[in-house]
T-cell receptor, first 111, second 114 residues
Framework: RKEVEQDPGPFNVPEGATVAFNCTYS??????FFWYRQDCRKEPKLLMS???SGNEDGRFTAQLNRASQYISLLIRDSKLSDSATYLC????????????FGAGTQVVVTP | GAGVSQSPSNKVTEKGKDVELRCDPI?????LYWYRQRLGQGLEFLIY????????KSGLPSDRFSAERTGESVSTLTIQRTQQEDSAVYLC????????????FGPGTRLTVL
């Protein structure tokens, strides 16, 4: 079993709609969580950190469910520019900050 | 300020040759990672440097791969006797130590082995 798992998608989303997807992690010692965004043929860039209480940044909302060991990302009012691959990242507390990446969820926003 | 830089941006080599890829992290970042990403695939962890600690080499796919880092600065990833399956984008990332600090990626080196 992979340590970080994501639905690869693609999630085809009409412009203006809402899309949400999850990422599950296997190590209960996971301590911090991030969502990164990767555009085609570009490097990943941090989208947002995920805090225990959940957090919102504009149209993006991230939540953490420690009991079920998953994090989620919700995108409201999708824009064409939101089309990208969204990478879930988990940091395990005993790993000196080593990042563990999921394989990514592809989102395609259509006009 | 300056971000993570990598060189070369593109490298085409012949099978069996050695290649060296360079990463210049952001100044002050003690953590440095190398990843490999094949076309259409996810990130594959290769190696992790954290300060002066022994590097985590658990992701290196074979003994043809090695990496070094001088203190908390430049890192080089060396691939010996390249094979066609080594063709990929090699990404470097750096960050501050700690569990809650983001990592910043360089633009990558696209390696093509003919």
């Amino acid at each position: 079993r992979k340590e970080v798992e994501q639905d690869p998608g693609p999630f085809n989303v009409p412009e203006g709609a809402t899309v949400a997807f999850n990422c599950t992690y296997s190590n209960s010692a996971s301590q911090s969580f991030f969502w990164y965004r990767q555009d085609c043929r570009k490097e990943p860039k941090l989208l947002m950190s995920v805090y225990s209480s959940g957090n919102e940044d504009g149209r993006f909302t991230a939540q953490l469910n420690r009991a079920s060991q998953y994090i989620s990302l919700l995108i409201r009012d999708s824009k064409l520019s939101d089309s990208a691959t969204y990478l879930c990242v988990v940091v395990v507390s005993d790993s000196w900050g080593k990042l563990q990446f999921g394989a990514g969820t592809q989102v395609v926003v259509t006009p | 300020g300056a971000g993570v830089s990598q060189s070369p941006s593109n490298k085409v080599t012949e099978k069996g040759k050695d290649v060296e890829l360079r990463c210049d992290p952001i100044s002050g970042h003690t953590a440095l990672y190398w990843y490999r990403q094949r076309l259409g695939q996810g990130l594959e962890f290769l190696i992790y440097f954290q300060g002066n600690s022994a590097p985590d080499k658990s992701g290196l796919p074979s003994d043809r791969f090695s990496a070094e880092r001088t203190g908390e600065s430049v890192s080089t990833l060396t691939i010996q006797r390249t094979q066609q399956e080594d063709s990929a984008v090699y990404l470097c990332a750096s960050g501050r130590a700690g569990l809650y600090n983001e990592q910043f990626f360089g633009p990558g080196t696209r390696l093509t082995v003919l």
